[in-house]
């Protein structure tokens, strides 16, 4: 593989926080072009506003739809999409307790009106409409993105059901999937220029004092995700392959997560969690399916994350953040961003419209979070990517049993023997 350079590694995030840099220092040298400028940053809103629904469709339905004939990789999985299901819920559930203990929004003093809360409905009502619409069309709405998951789930399997990926419907969705990213990413090419422009007009209209704030949620967030890490990884392993288990875990782990802090991709670190997998044991069937969909869908640093900043936005916007309903639907949105728009170019801005669609945020909220996204990504591609492996470790012990650590020790051993043997009759 070609060594890419630092500029190759690091250009999105460098000319990202680049434009948010300079469009601070217009707002806060010239007011008055920040203002001017906002139109720039709205149009760049709105692009990002009409690709989700498409997007969040694609992407699952062509997924689910590839899904066919997996005997022993349908095995896989199933359990890989639990085991991602499952490490998702522990860390939303370990960063609800967190940001009530430190509230990341605590000190801040930014004004920008309250967010309207919808009238209280029923505990049934409520999971009727977060989960069902009443009319298609209403799937077109992006403030109804968990209908629209589940309705491309349930089309995806139908696709699956009718030929998979090989169907007409199948070469389609695959298609249409390409599309989209590729409109996503040409969209990408102007979020500097749109979230400069955004940001200069948040600085000059709510003052420079916007940029301190920033400060509390980073020292919510980098403890956080080590505590996480001391705590959850040790227990995953420990499940996956006992005192073993947690050992070669520590002796491989810190490579792949080293890399991923490094580039911000879990994508590029594949090759390393792919060895550190085949040195700890891990079958390859089973890498070979874990560690690509992990690079997607295995995102327990970007639930932290995720969550960090709902906690942030409702505090900023006046809002309590509280009642298990809230705290629920903070979990549900921070798993799904995670799980199914992570792989799209910009995915984590995509999921940052998620949050903001979904618990009714005004447009202003996003380019604080975008923000805050670029801030915590390094952590959370570390935990994002490291955890792909251990995840690996994990369904292993679900699809082989508790032994498989002690089973391929043996084996090696013996393929080991053998090979010594064959090399002393040779010699003989």
Known sequence: MQKKTFWQQYKMPILLLGGIAIGAVIGIVSPSLGVMLKPLGDIFLNLMFTIVVPLV?????????AMANMKRLGKILAWTIVTFLVTGAFAGIMV??????????????????AAEVEQTMSASDMIVSALTVSDFSELLDKSHMLPLIIFAMIFGFCVSACGGEESAMGKWLTSLNQVIMKFVSVIMKVAPI??????????????????????????????LCLLYVVVFFPLYAWFAGGRQGVKRMLKYIFTPAITAFATQSSAATLPVSKEACNNIGVPEDVSDLVLPMGCTMHMDGSVLSSITKIAFLFGV?????????????????????????????????VGEMLIVSMFGFPSEA?????TLGFLFDPAATCLNASGDTIAAMMVTRLIEGKDWLKKKHETRKQAAVSDEELETASCN
């Open 194 to 223: 749109g979230l400069g422009a955004y940001f200069a007009n948040l600085i000059a209209v709510y003052g420079p004092e916007l940029i301190g704030n920033y400060g509390r949620s980073m020292l919510v967030y980098y403890p």
């Open 317 to 349: 916007f006046g809002m309590n953040f509280t009642g298990l309903g809230t705290y629920g639907m903070a979990i549900a949105v921070a798993v799904l961003s995670a799980f199914v728009l992570s792989g799209a170019p910009g995915g984590g801005l």
């Open 366 to 370: 996003f380019p604080l979070i975008a």
């Open 96 to 113: 609800l307790i967190w940001v009530n203990l430190f509230n990341p929004s605590s000190g801040v003093t930014i004004e920008m009106g």
């Open 57 to 65: 469709f694609a992407s699952i339905a062509s997924a689910v739809g």
